[in-house]
């Protein structure tokens, strides 16, 4: 598993030691890859260097004699993998107070589960070492400042996709056309045909609680760009964001299939963050069932659902033994529509898990 992250890195430690808790210090813009397996002794953790070496610089199909960087030939290796192992990929952006660990455990347990490639970005959320609300305090701050390293992900996965669909509509194309060069209707047909399964993979975003504070601030900078098109669902997890005005910035998300906000009333670590002082005093996305009135969200309510209870974290753990949850996240992280085996209530725009499911 690759990650991507701007916090500080030191190449010389060892395991997750490798990772710091404070942005790099040439900037909370710079990104830095690592790569993580796990092992029968845990987790392999290698920082890659920015640059490629010869061999990788040829497997990339740029010139030696030029510098390359390493994101570019992470991206193409990860969209290698989704298309050849019939898997979708998911950009995880995780929430306050995680460690490296925490986060990658997290990934490999999605990764399980729900049959993605997972890209996490790691932001160091850890509070500077501070505790409790000051603690919260200074990983919004960290949130924040990490905007333009999200952006610089997100573009640069956007990029890639680009180029490669590109390319692969291009030979796509010239196929069609020396085989059905005078039947313009069936060479369309084989165009959309052979594009759909030669290019059938999905990207998804899945934000988790602060990381849709993270989200919410990029989105609301000049730097992101919402008018391109990357994600087929994003998937807005126990936001720990406020419900008021989140119309104003839901609805400039650009997405091909479904933008999901899941809410539990009794998520705990929400209620705590309630009651921290500013304006986290205001109700939160992810708690509050009422005033759902952004124009392209789908509203999901997870209050009650069997083996739910005040899970903050709810697409992993006991709530998985609940089948509709488990169906939910794997269609939801998938690219697919999520929404089946809820029930809508139209007089408060959200679908609710069924009886049978509660």
């Known amino acids: 598993m690759y990650i991507v992250t701007n916090r500080a890195v030191r190449a010389k430690k060892t395991g997750f030691k490798a990772f710091g808790d404070k942005p790099n210090p040439r900037g909370p813009h710079e990104l830095r890859f690592v790569e993580v397996s796990e092992s029968t002794d845990g987790y392999d953790v290698k920082v890659l260097d ?36 019939d898997r979708n990929l ?36 850890k509070g500077g070492g501070a ?11 960290d949130a924040r400042a990490s ?7 997100l573009d640069l996965m956007r990029e890639r996709l680009q180029n490669l669909r590109e390319a692969e509509l291009t030979k796509i194309r010239d196929d069609a056309n020396r085989r ?39 989105l609301k900078s000049s730097l992101y760009s919402a008018n391109e098109l990357l994600f087929d669902n994003v998937v807005l997890v126990a936001a720990d964001t406020n419900n008021k005005d989140h119309k104003d910035w839901i609805d400039t998300v650009s997405f091909r299939s479904r933008l999901y906000v899941t809410i539990n009333e009794a998520d705990s670590a929400l209620k705590l963050s309630r009651m921290k002082g500013g304006d986290e005093q205001l109700a939160r ?24 209870g005040d899970s903050h974290a709810y ?37 609710d898990f069924p009886e049978k499911f509660r």
Not at 287 to 295: D, G, I, Q, R, V
């Open 50 to 85: 920015d640059t490629l070496s010869r061999e990788e610089k040829e497997q990339l199909g740029v010139p030696v004699s030029k510098v390359a960087y390493r994101s570019k030939f992470v991206a193409k290796k990860l969209f290698e993998k989704v298309n050849q192992g």
């Open 285 to 308: 996305l992810g708690h509050f069932p009422y005033e759902l009135n952004a124009n392209r969200a789908v509203y999901a309510n997870f209050t009650g659902a069997q083996h739910v």
């Open 90 to 125: 998911l950009i995880f952006v995780h929430g306050f107070n995680n460690n490296v660990r925490a986060v990658v455990e997290r990934a490999f347990h999605l990764q399980r589960e729900f049959n993605v490639e997972v890209l996490p970005f790691s932001w160091p959320a």
């Open 131 to 141: 505790s409790g609300a000051l603690s919260y305090k200074s990983d919004k701050k």
């Open 147 to 153: 905007i333009g390293a999200l952006d610089r992900v």
């Open 315 to 351: 697409f992993e753990g006991d709530p998985l033994e609940n089948e509709a949850v488990r169906r939910f996240f794997t269609a939801a992280l998938n690219g697919d529509v999520a929404e089946g085996d809820l029930d809508y209530n139209v007089f408060r725009n959200i679908y």
């Open 180 to 218: 059905f060069s005078r039947d313009a209707e069936t060479k369309d047909e084989f165009l959309a045909r052979a594009f759909q399964k030669d290019c059938s993979y999905r990207v998804s975003l899945l934000a988790h609680s602060m990381g849709n504070y993270l989200f919410k601030q990029l």
